[in-house]
T-cell receptor, first 110, second 113 residues
Framework: EDKVVQSPLSLVVHEGDTVTLNCSYEVTNFRSLLWYKQEKKAPTFLFMLTSSGIEKKSGRLSSILDKKELFSILNITATQTGDSAVYLC??????????FGTGTSLTVIP | DAMVIQNPRYQVTQFGKPVTLSCSQTLNHNVMYWYQQKSSQAPKLLFHYYDKDFNNEADTPDNFQSRRPNTSFCFLDIRSPGLGDAAMYLCATSRADGERRQFFGPGTRLTVL
């Protein structure tokens, strides 16, 4: 059965801390893995990964994919209160089908 | 700004009373998606359209139907809502090639009484 598992389910850190969020997947016909940030509204796109070992970076956020071990990590350095959100990992399989994980709820305390 | 718009933002319906949720986009994307997201759960893909080609997920209940009359609009019809259908319904769009990055609308929160 296809699945996307994220860990931890929730995380509470202090401002300035660095966090690593994990996403493992077992998906038939894997095409790509995407990360989204969801505050109290719709998810917004962060990264798309298709190749192993190539880090994607945007400001304090970075992500990498390991297609051999079937996982991805999302790193956030020097966390800020505005980083508080649910971070969703999704895999695209076949053409236009996506499978989302349950998400990691991150709370950053001032 | 190009965007994905959903109406209404909040919908209250009675058990068994049909309801229609709407989504429109100005991105001119080929693909439109409907997701159901219940509290503290992952968004679950119900179906998607590639242009007018409808693709239903295998486990989407028959109670859920969709229409896409043109590129810009897509509707989600729930024929006989049950209490278990109360959820946030998210519409998303993407191109049909390349990155397939999805752009999400703000969602419609459905309450079933």
């Amino acid at each position: 059965e296809d699945k996307v598992v994220q860990s931890p389910l929730s995380l509470v850190v202090h401002e300035g801390d660095t966090v690593t969020l994990n996403c493992s997947y077992e998906v038939t016909n894997f095409r790509s893995l995407l990360w989204y940030k969801q505050e109290k509204k719709a998810p917004t796109f962060l990264f798309m990964l298709t190749s192993s070992g190539i880090e994607k970076k945007s400001g304090r956020l970075s992500s990498i994919l390991d297609k051999k071990e079937l996982f991805s990590i999302l790193n956030i350095t020097a966390t800020q209160t505005g980083d508080s959100a649910v971070y969703l990992c999704a895999t695209r399989y076949t053409g236009n089908q996506f499978y989302f994980g349950t998400g990691t709820s991150l709370t950053v305390i001032p | 700004d190009a965007m994905v718009i959903q109406n209404p933002r909040y919908q209250v319906t009675q058990f068994g009373k049909p309801v229609t949720l709407s989504c429109s986009q100005t991105l001119n994307h080929n693909v439109m998606y409907w997701y159901q997201q219940k509290s503290s759960q992952a968004p679950k893909l119900l179906f998607h359209y590639y242009d007018k080609d409808f693709n239903n997920e295998a486990d989407t209940p028959d109670n859920f139907q969709s229409r896409r009359p043109n590129t810009s609009f897509c509707f989600l019809d729930i024929r006989s809502p049950g209490l278990g259908d109360a959820a946030m319904y998210l519409c998303a769009t993407s191109r049909a090639d390349g990155e397939r990055r999805q752009f999400f609308g703000p969602g419609t929160r459905l309450t079933v009484l």
